[in-house]
């Protein structure tokens, strides 16, 4: 019913910058919170920002001061802006959303399929 699909990965350089851009669509009534988790290999996945309906944000202490989550309502859209990237950001990212579909009555959580980031020289 609800679709999440991730762009915008790839491999840079640390210090570089990446905008990762997460678009959900389907049969969308409305959309609570967003996030982007990662996994790195071996590793569990983790937090690594989220922006509530309201645009209140949170951060993972690793992404305080390099990293800006943002949405755009109208397209069902949440973005990952990441600067100063560092080798120990190399993971598979993940976007997350609490949707309510048509019809329904409560919200669920729905994934993306995962995007690779990798940094290195």
């Known amino acids: 019913q609800v679709q999440l699909v991730e762009s915008g990965g790839g491999l840079v350089q640390p210090g570089g910058s990446l905008r990762l851009s997460c678009a959900a669509s389907?049969?969308?009534?409305?959309?609570?919170?967003m996030g982007w988790y990662r996994q790195a290999p071996g590793k569990q996945r983790e937090l690594v920002a989220s922006?509530?309906?309201?645009?209140?944000?949170n951060y993972a202490n690793s992404a305080k001061g390099r990293f800006t989550i943002s949405r755009d309502n109208a397209k069902n859209t949440v973005y990952l802006q990441m600067n100063s990237l560092k080798p120990e950001d190399t993971a598979v990212y993940y976007c997350?959303?609490?949707?309510?579909?048509?019809?329904?009555?409560?919200?669920?959580?729905?994934w993306g399929q995962g995007i690779q980031v990798t940094i290195s020289s």
């Open positions: 997350n959303a609490v949707v309510r579909v048509v019809m329904a009555t409560s919200f669920n959580r729905y």
């Open positions: 389907g049969n969308i009534f409305s959309i609570s919170a």
């Open positions: 922006i509530s309906s309201g645009e209140t944000t």
